[in-house]
């Protein structure tokens, strides 16, 4: 395998590092709300909400809206597509990373 046979098999929409953030913080725990997100990926509030809604877009995570006591709460879940891709970009990256050490 050329060194960077792998790099076409990535998901790019995975491989941003923000959104890389998410799926991985989710991926840890069931379901996150938007205040831990923000916290564990030290995003802004506008690139968290940006990257939250292109995962959405992708089927890669859901996002439940609620109010409790009239305070909007948001969270957050890895789907099981979302796992599927967070997956098979770790073992893409397994193959590059390999790549590199030969």
């Given at each position: 395998?050329?060194?960077?046979?792998?790099?076409?098999?990535?998901?790019?929409?995975v491989?941003?590092?923000?959104?890389?953030?998410?799926?991985?913080?989710?991926?840890?725990?069931?379901?996150?709300?938007?205040?831990?997100?923000?916290?564990?990926?030290?995003?802004?509030?506008?690139?968290?909400?940006?990257?939250?809604?292109?995962l959405?877009?992708?089927?890669?995570?859901?996002i439940?809206?609620?109010?409790?006591?009239?305070?909007?709460?948001?969270?957050y879940?890895?789907?099981?597509?979302?796992?599927?891709?967070?997956?098979?970009?770790?073992?893409?990256?397994?193959?590059?990373?390999?790549?590199?050490?030969?």
């Amino acid at each position: 395998m050329s060194d960077f046979e792998a790099f076409p098999e990535l998901d790019r929409l995975v491989h941003e590092p923000g959104r890389l953030a998410i799926a991985a913080v989710l991926n840890a725990v069931d379901q996150a709300d938007f205040l831990f997100l923000l916290k564990q990926t030290g995003l802004t509030r506008g690139n968290l909400s940006s990257h939250t809604a292109k995962l959405e877009a992708a089927g890669y995570i859901d996002i439940e809206k609620t109010f409790v006591e009239k305070v909007p709460r948001t969270v957050y879940r890895l789907t099981p597509a979302g796992q599927k891709a967070l997956n098979r970009y770790r073992r893409h990256m397994r193959k590059v990373l390999e790549a590199l050490e030969d």
